[in-house]
Nanobody, 123 residues
Framework: QLVESGGGLVQAGGSLRLSCAAS????????VAWFRQAPGKEREFVAG????????YYSDFVRGRFTISRDNAKNTATLQLNRLKPEDTAVYHC??????????????????WGQGTQVTVSS
């Protein structure tokens, strides 16, 4: 089970820190990604991180502004959102998969999803 938190309303240029808490004792064996979905749009990849946290992946539209990390001892993954823009407004979901990935960007590869947390950026 995955539970996201940390969303909210923020002005453009502001920051938020999203967390994804996982239950169970095998979190360290799962790849983790964050996706987002805005109203009327398809779910899109934001960032991904390997099991040990060594490798990270970002979409072009967030690279340099967002940072993904994980703490396997605490069964959590975090997405730090900086320099937010109104177009970042969406529901943000974390997702996990145990299998090795060649493409973190494909949502169909993930087996578990959280319910999402709303991020709203005002102009």
């Amino acid at each position: 089970q995955l539970v996201e938190s940390g969303g909210g309303l923020v002005q453009a240029g502001g920051s938020l820190r999203l967390s994804c808490a996982a239950s169970g004792d095998t979190f360290s064996t799962y790849r983790v990604a964050w996706f987002r979905q805005a109203p009327g749009k398809e779910r899109e990849f934001v960032a991904g991180i390997s099991t040990g946290g060594v490798s990270t992946y970002y979409s072009d539209f967030v690279r340099g502004r967002f940072t993904i990390s994980r703490d396997n001892a605490k069964n959590t993954a975090t997405l730090q959102l900086n320099r937010l823009k109104p177009e970042d407004t969406a529901v943000y979901h974390c997702a996990t998969v145990r299998a090795a990935l060649t493409n973190y960007r494909d949502p169909l590869r993930y087996t578990s999803w959280g319910q999402g947390t709303q991020v709203t950026v005002s102009s």
